[in-house]
């Protein structure tokens, strides 16, 4: 019996009255020359949707799942049916997982890759035949106790070599089930105090371990990116890859920015202080871009409660600067979202998703729909226009000294005077389409 019986695939029905229909979400509704289902490339994640138990700081477990506790190959092996079955009742093209999140630890490092291996050739044959992609897989480095102090950070060498063993075996899981990219999501990499930690040495040791999951990328013939998730104070003090801008300077200090890009997280980005749009925004403009995870935060808590997105203003702009940036490549919208320790039913889970992949095609056809009246952009450029006049480009891209541009200035009797950003009706006009 499947976990999720009597359930339906979902159907696109704007005018229907229940709750398991797509409003918005026309997968084959064609918007800027491409279907809404490659514009977003949806996927599911594995480990809040299959693994997390529903617990708080104050609380256990709330969820029952006949696949819990999850410590053993049948077990995994029954949360693999029902995560597929509920890939299929989405119709959603990806998924992505930690390697914990689908098979149990085992009893020792060789048991524990064996397991992986083990269980994604149960995997491989349910993804035949039209079922749904890896968006990407990762390596679980923050669970354990042992990354109590870090994973590639970590002041052991031992660790460092475990975490070496383990990457490799999810990457070439990643590999074995077609996966598009493969993500560091660096959970324990950072610190609490500078009393304990030598932080140039933490860093190099970080770049060293990211080159050399590079070059074993090039080896194994991992087609996609290498994602790095920038996110700050999760769950130590001070975390090495706090946002877009930083795990960019960390890249070329390390000559991977060509190499790497990042998996930006909406929650991430409001913990960083930003927008997400911004981290979006700077990732496009430094060449890194490659991946979003939709979430939303709960902004009177102050920390990442992973929520199912459900603001089509906010979620509009997101997709705004994705598609001014030419939309994904091998990147897609992957929901690291989960219920609310309350929502205890099957059905919620599929009604979450349902609605968060509405959101987001709503966001996103609002975004197409800007960029392709322009106004925006238009507005954009006529506050720039004057830096495409000759003599004041030449500044940036000739030979013009500070000597010469200041006599200029000087010798022309400049007296600039500030002219309206107009953000009022800036912000007029993208209600206009929201």
């Known amino acids: 019996m499947s976990y999720f019986d009597g359930i339906d695939p979902i159907r696109f029905d704007?005018?229907?009255?229940?709750?398991?229909?797509?409003r918005h979400y026309d997968a084959d509704r064609v918007v800027m020359g491409k279907p809404l289902r490659d514009h977003l490339r949806f996927a599911v994640c594995w480990w809040h949707s299959f693994v997390w138990e529903g617990g708080d700081p104050f609380g256990g477990q709330t969820f029952q799942r006949p696949w819990f506790p999850g410590d053993t190959m049948d077990l995994a092996r029954q949360r693999v049916d029902a995560a597929f079955d509920l890939f299929r009742i989405l119709g959603v093209p990806f998924y992505a997982f930690h390697d914990h999140d689908i098979r149990p630890q085992g009893a020792s490092l060789a048991e524990s890759n064996a397991r992986l291996d083990e269980i994604t050739d149960y995997m491989g044959p349910k993804m035949e035949g039209g079922g749904p992609g890896l968006l990407w897989g990762t390596a679980n480095m923050f669970s354990d106790r042992r990354y109590m102090s870090g994973a590639a950070t970590n002041p052991d060498p031992d660790v460092f070599a475990y975490c070496a063993s383990i990457v490799r075996a999810?990457?070439?899981?990643?590999?074995?089930?077609?996966?598009?990219?493969?993500?560091?999501?660096?959970?324990?990499?950072?610190?609490?105090?500078?009393?304990?930690?030598?932080?140039?040495?933490?860093?190099?040791?970080?770049?060293?371990?990211?080159?050399?999951?590079?070059?074993?990328?090039?080896?194994?013939g991992l087609k996609g990116d290498i994602l790095i998730e920038p996110k700050p104070q999760e769950p130590t003090k001070h975390q090495y890859d706090h946002d877009v801008a930083t795990v960019y300077g960390f890249l070329k200090r390390f000559g991977l920015e060509g190499e790497v890009k990042v998996n930006i997280e909406q929650g991430h980005a409001i913990l960083a202080g930003h927008s997400f749009e911004h981290e979006i925004a700077t990732a496009n403009a430094l060449g890194?871009?490659?991946?979003?995870?939709?979430?939303?935060?709960?902004?009177?808590?102050?920390?990442?409660?992973?929520?199912?997105?459900?603001?089509?203003p906010e979620v509009a702009m997101a997709y705004y600067e994705i598609l001014?940036?030419?939309?994904?490549?091998?990147?897609?919208?992957?929901?690291d979202a989960k219920l609310r320790r309350q929502s205890l039913d099957p059905v919620d889970l599929v009604a979450a998703h349902v609605g968060a992949m509405d959101v987001c095609a709503r966001g996103l056809m609002a975004a197409a729909a800007m960029l392709e009246d322009g106004a925006l952009e238009r507005r954009r450029e006529a506050r720039y226009a004057k830096w495409d006049e000759?003599?004041?480009?030449?500044?940036?891209?000739?030979?013009?000294?500070?000597?010469?541009?200041?006599?200029?200035?000087?010798?022309?009797?400049?007296?600039?005077?500030?002219?309206?950003?107009?953000?009022?009706?800036?912000?007029?006009?993208?209600?206009r389409y929201v």
């Open 170 to 220: 999810a990457m070439g899981a990643t590999v074995k089930l077609g996966g598009v990219n493969y993500v560091l999501w660096g959970g324990r990499e950072g610190y609490e105090t500078l009393l304990n930690t030598d932080m140039d040495r933490e860093l190099q040791q970080m770049g060293r371990f990211l080159s050399m999951v590079v070059e074993h990328k090039h080896r194994i």
């Open 288 to 312: 890194i871009f490659g991946s979003i995870d939709m979430n939303r935060n709960d902004y009177q808590s102050g920390w990442d409660t992973d929520q199912f997105p459900n603001n089509v």
């Open 390 to 431: 000759a003599e004041n480009a030449a500044m940036l891209h000739g030979d013009a000294t500070l000597d010469a541009i200041a006599d200029r200035a000087e010798g022309a009797g400049l007296d600039p005077q500030p002219v309206s950003g107009g953000q009022e009706r800036l912000e007029n006009l993208v209600n």
């Open 324 to 335: 001014r940036g030419g939309g994904f490549a091998n990147g897609g919208t992957n929901f």
């Open 14 to 22: 704007p005018d229907g009255d229940g709750d398991l229909a797509f």
